[in-house]
């Protein structure tokens, strides 16, 4: 199958249709084609399945670079003779056959990228991907190696390449100094053809990026070597068992040094076409690039509900991050002060300037991981700021005033749930404890009964400040509460009418103390007497 161009409205449309071919054609936004290989007859590693057999240009482009410094248009073609070659172990990878044109996640994207067939390579399974965008200009290649065993392989992944300018390639240059030499700082390097005698040079200038920061598995080795035409680099690493690491190649054309230069740079960066065609496993699967995105929560050690001020904060990064500040804080209802931190944890104080919900969000790239990555945005925080004081109201359904021998039941209601109450924080006088009735209730509603015990003066409740707390730990103001008392109507009654002995007039009345008791016998004679005269 190949891949057909056209032109419509200075857009560049692809279709992949098929043929007979020994290439997969994917051409990039600026018109650059990659011709991979999918059913060759293998000689070499660059010859393998996978490896781009060649990127070329499709139509002339301007800014091609002489070696005058100026710039003239050219049709730029024959950049590689083979590249990407992949070998794991001195094993060449060469899956000939049929291939898929699959896209993880993406219906506008499934002819964008050649999925190859697996290939055991000892106690390996290795595979290859390979994916070219249509609104960007790079090709990605996926190494994936999977060990099947049940213990730890040492592995060498070595991807090599052929130039098309032969012993014309020179290196333009580096990602460090000496920009002239490659070695294994460097995470890309750039290689063109040599200029000809007539100051032209007519292959497109090659940016290859190896690994980006942050990541787990750099380059053990890398060989590009001005008049040579065979470039390499591998990795060398322990491949736990079980587990799988993908090793990401990124090549890119263009048609001067330093465009390939800049270009380089960006795809360190990870633009978002770069994760085109990739699910969130493969993502964290890659090793010589960062590609997972920081995740980051925000705490507190106060409660939902809080009445402190200030409110401490603490903000917690999956991994080290830079570029993060008190203004990438988006906050509502209350002031930040204080922030400080670096790496995977920061603090900060909040200051409320209401009472009420205030929140704290941090929003996705706010700040950057080693490898680039912006951050995710943050679960938001949010805290109910109360600084109001539980207020109590003490009441009874007992009519008042009532009679020494009836028990008082109390009701009290504070103005919200409240916790640490017990009956111990009352204060009574004139009045007992019911011994039948017990202290009962939660959140804002509490009930009890007293039994008074003097008809000299009213039954009252008191319960103090700061004896319980609301969920934002704000202290109780204080309640009081008064209920009278008299001898009894019945037992009066008894004795004005003459009818009823003294004994039956007592009927009924709690016990009393011997003071109490004599006030009512004499009350009780006096009136006995009034009546006979």
């Known amino acids: 199958m190949t891949w057909k161009t056209y032109l419509l409205a200075a857009v560049i449309v692809t279709a992949l249709v098929p043929t007979a071919g020994a290439v997969v054609s994917l051409v990039d936004a600026s018109g650059v084609q990659f011709d991979i290989n999918t059913d060759v007859t293998f000689t070499t590693s660059v010859s393998a399945s996978g490896a781009a057999k060649e990127a070329e240009y499709t139509t002339s482009v301007t800014g091609v670079t002489t070696s005058l410094g100026g710039t003239t248009t050219a049709l730029l073609t024959n950049g590689v003779e083979g590249y990407a070659g992949l070998l794991v172990n001195g094993v060449a990878y060469n899956q000939n056959g ?67 300018a032969g012993t014309n390639t020179l290196i333009g240059s580096t990602s460090t100094a000496p920009l002239d030499t490659a070695t294994t700082s460097d995470r890309w390097v750039v290689t063109f053809k040599d200029y000809d005698g007539g100051g032209l040079s007519n292959s497109p200038r090659l940016g290859h990026v190896l690994y980006g920061p942050g990541r787990r598995i750099a380059p053990s080795t890398v060989s590009f070597v001005n008049n040579t035409a065979n470039v390499s680099w591998e990795y060398s690493f322990s491949l736990p068992a079980g587990q799988t690491y993908i090793f990401m190649t990124l090549l890119t054309a263009k048609p001067s040094i330093s465009d390939a230069e800049a270009k380089c740079s960006e795809l360190l960066t990870l633009p978002e076409p770069l994760f085109t065609c990739m699910s969130a496993t493969e993502k964290g699967q890659v090793v010589n690039f960062d590609l997972i995105a920081p995740t980051v929560t925000i705490t507190s050690s106060t409660t939902e509900t809080t009445s402190q001020n200030p409110i401490p904060v603490t903000v917690t990064f999956s991994e080290s991050v830079t570029g993060f500040d008190v203004t990438d804080l988006d906050i509502g209802g209350c002031t930040a002060q204080d922030f400080d931190g670096s790496g995977t944890t920061y603090t900060f104080d909040l200051v409320p300037n209401i009472s009420g919900q205030i929140t704290v969000d941090i929003p996705e790239g706010s700040a950057k991981d080693a490898g680039g990555n912006p951050n995710k945005a943050a679960t938001q925080f949010k805290r109910t700021v109360d600084t109001a004081s539980p207020s109590v109201a003490i009441s009874s359904v007992t009519p008042n005033p009532s009679s020494i021998s009836t028990v008082i039941q109390v009701l009290v209601t504070f103005s919200e749930p409240v916790t640490g109450f017990t009956q111990s924080d009352i204060i009574v006088t004139g009045a007992q404890f019911h011994s039948s009735n017990t202290f009962s209730g939660e959140d804002a509603v509490y009930t009890f009964n007293l039994l008074p015990v003097t008809v000299t003066g009213p039954v009252t409740i008191t319960i103090p400040d700061n004896v319980c707390q609301d969920d934002a730990g704000n202290y109780n103001t204080g309640g009081y509460y008064q209920h009278g008392v008299s001898p009894g109507a019945s037992c009066f009654a008894s004795a004005k009418a003459g009818n009823v002995p003294l004994q039956a007039g007592l009927t009924g009345l709690a016990p009393l103390g011997l003071a109490a008791l004599g006030l009512v016998l004499a009350e009780l004679q006096s009136r006995r007497r009034r009546n006979r005269s």
């Open 98 to 164: 049929t291939v898929t044109t699959t896209c993880e996640g993406e219906t506008s994207f499934v002819d964008r990228q050649v999925v190859f067939a697996p290939q055991t390579i000892g106690n390996l399974t290795v595979q290859r991907k390979v994916f070219v965008p249509e609104d960007d200009a790079f090709c990605r290649w996926l190494n994936v190696v999977q060990n099947n065993s049940g213990s730890s392989e040492t592995v060498t992944v070595t991807l090599v390449g052929t130039m098309g």
